[in-house]
């Protein structure tokens, strides 16, 4: 005898209960085929918010807001705060907001809504754009003359001479890329020969993920002092430090990696970050999902640091 919807609801319910998602989603499914109803497709879409797929999550809760018969009042509670921590899940934060606020129309006592409605709007209100002031002057002020004219440090940068760690990391990914041995300056206007920190971009496009895993834990193992020289007549670079945001997101959200191992380092980096001309403009080229993330992490992770981490992103 076959099973009905109303069994294999059951089963899947008993299968959410053991935090067996993804079994419990595969039963859903097989019920929605029987009986397609807005309580199924809200069960669904737990199961995705749980397996961290947003994206379906998000659809179901939409389907079950506009299916036909209408969700009774308590269901579409339920899919408003499920549809607004699947939008928050994926960093479309003003989508979140509005489904949220949904919610709580409909009931303003809904508690775990109006904690999650606090979070997205704290990381709203750090998303203020960066507005960088354009001046017309007859000569370069004093203090940007002194940078021009300022002779390089006797100490390498990081530019000529990555730390040891991250240069064997690289030349194991990267074997045929030219050689980074430091070059002489003949002035403080010549380019370098591409170094290591050239080929970060190529990261995400060329890598498998457990070679872009190793890149980015060792721009997380650099010690600060050898970034203060690499960024000390330039500035941080504009286009390194997205990369660096990219490296905490997939570090943060890799779950082989204990967070708090990597916090600590973190928060020096930013910190000297921060303390470095251009940081600001830099800050303004970083992909905002990835500061949004790791921000919603401490939050989650450790409250009390999320206060430190906001003064400087």
């Excluded at 947003?54 to 408003?80: H, Q, T």
């Excluded at 006797?154 to 040891?164: F, M, R």
């Excluded at 959200?253 to 600001?280: A, G, H, M």
Aim: glycine residues 2%; neutral net charge; proline residues 6%.
């Amino acid at each position: 005898m076959s099973e009905s919807a109303s069994d294999l609801k059951k089963l899947g319910n008993e299968a959410f209960a053991k935090q067996e998602y993804k079994k419990a989603a595969k039963i859903y499914r097989d019920a929605l085929k029987l009986d397609f109803n807005s309580v199924l497709l809200s069960n669904r879409a737990m199961c995705f918010i749980k397996l961290e797929d947003w994206e379906r999550a998000i659809r179901d809760c939409k389907e079950g807001l506009s299916n036909s018969p209408p969700p009774e009042r308590n269901l579409e509670i339920k899919l408003w705060y499920r549809l607004g921590v699947a939008y928050k899940g994926m960093g479309q934060l003003q989508h979140s907001k509005s489904a949220l606020e949904h919610s709580l129309l409909l009931d303003p006592e809904n508690t775990p809504a109006k904690s999650a409605l606090e979070e997205v709007s704290v990381l709203l209100s750090i998303r203020s754009p960066v507005t960088v002031p354009v001046e017309s002057v007859e000569e370069l002020p004093e203090q940007y003359r002194k940078l021009i004219s300022k002779k390089p440090s006797k100490t390498q940068n990081l530019a000529d001479k990555p730390s040891e760690q991250a240069e064997r990391e690289i030349n194991e990914l990267f074997p045929s890329r030219p050689s980074s041995k430091p070059v002489k300056h003949k002035e403080a206007t010549e380019f370098h020969k591409h170094s290591s920190m050239h080929f970060l971009p190529l990261v995400n496009d060329q890598l498998t993920e457990p070679q872009r895993l190793k890149v980015y834990k060792a721009i997380i193992d650099i010690p600060p002092t050898d970034y203060e020289e690499a960024f000390e007549i330039g500035g941080v670079d504009t286009d390194f430090l997205p990369t660096f945001f990219k490296a905490i997101r997939v570090i943060i959200t890799d779950k082989t990696i204990v967070f708090s191992e990597y916090e600590q380092k973190i928060y020096n980096l930013i910190k000297t970050f921060y303390e470095i001309p251009r940081f600001q403009i830099a800050l303004s080229f970083c992909d905002k999902n990835d500061i949004d993330v790791f921000l919603q992490k401490l939050i989650h992770f450790n409250p009390e640091s999320y206060g430190k981490f906001k003064e400087f992103i």
